[in-house]
């Protein structure tokens, strides 16, 4: 199952690697191997990631990068292409990207000038970004009739597991999951809690929004390391934040319908 249906996909300038993604899924499709190992190998990217910034191989660290983020989209193609979609999967995949996320800017702090506040502040800017693009990303496969559900608008309760996988480690991974999102969650929430009765948000607003997803994030920070302005990264991601408003406000004048 696709995420959403071909007359309603948009241009998603955040999933660049997707076109490598599905080919390589397609190559792993008769193989043993899992859309978890597959998780497990994009979140050793990362940490290779992590390792190259702190010996200051940034060149090194973004292609590492770039890399997670093309490896982040296999999974998930591997699970659809195989038939075998997972909580397991669903939430290990976010788990990582967090962890990564922190230990990415973590890393950059410790290289750079930057204080350690204006750090954790764009560690929560960068998550608030993120879950805002998800958030908008998933109420828009909700509405689709072929759309992809294993993410739930709101993530409230443990789902019940599918049948190759055990309930005890979704449940498991699901409290983890809650630890780790739920305040980025609840702020996009009370800002736009109206937004699953809206109309289906239009391609063009979505695609404009997908420069929030993760792998565009990590695009402009692999970009900034390369160029040498990796001192620039932190205080870009806290301005880059304004955009929230905008889309919250373009959102709310302009595509209001209800359903």
Avoid at 89 to 111: E, K, P, T
Avoid at 180 to 206: C, G, H, Q, T
């Amino acid at each position: 199952m696709s995420k959403l249906s071909y007359k309603e996909k948009f241009i998603d300038v955040s999933d660049y690697g997707r076109p490598i993604a599905v080919t390589l899924a397609s190559w792993l499709k008769n193989t043993p191997a899992t859309p978890v190992q597959v998780t497990l190998l994009f979140g050793v990217c990362g940490l290779f990631a992590v390792y190259s910034i702190l010996n200051g191989n940034y060149a090194t660290a973004a292609i590492f990068l770039v890399l997670k983020s093309i490896i982040d989209a296999v999974d998930g193609e591997l699970a659809r292409v195989k038939k075998i979609p997972s909580y397991t999967g669903r939430y290990l995949d976010s788990i990582f990207d967090i962890i990564l996320n922190f230990m990415v800017l973590m890393a950059i702090w410790h290289v750079t000038a930057s204080p350690l506040w204006m750090a954790l502040l764009a560690f929560v800017c960068l998550q608030l970004q993120g879950t805002l693009y998800n958030y908008y990303y998933v109420i828009l496969r909700h509405h689709s009739q072929e759309g992809d559900k294993t993410s739930k608008i709101f993530e409230d309760t443990s789902p019940k597991a599918y049948p190759r996988e055990s309930q005890k480690t979704v449940n498991i991974l699901f409290t983890i999951y809650r630890m780790l999102y739920s305040v980025y969650d609840r702020v996009i929430y009370r800002i736009e809690r109206n937004a699953p009765e809206a109309d289906p948000f239009p391609k063009w607003f979505m695609t404009i929004l997908s420069f929030y997803g993760l792998g565009f994030q990590l695009l402009i920070i692999s970009i900034m390391m390369t160029a040498g302005l990796i001192g620039y990264i932190i205080p870009f991601i806290i301005s880059y934040s304004i955009f929230i408003i905008l889309f919250v406000a373009i959102r709310k004048v302009f595509l209001n319908g209800s359903r």
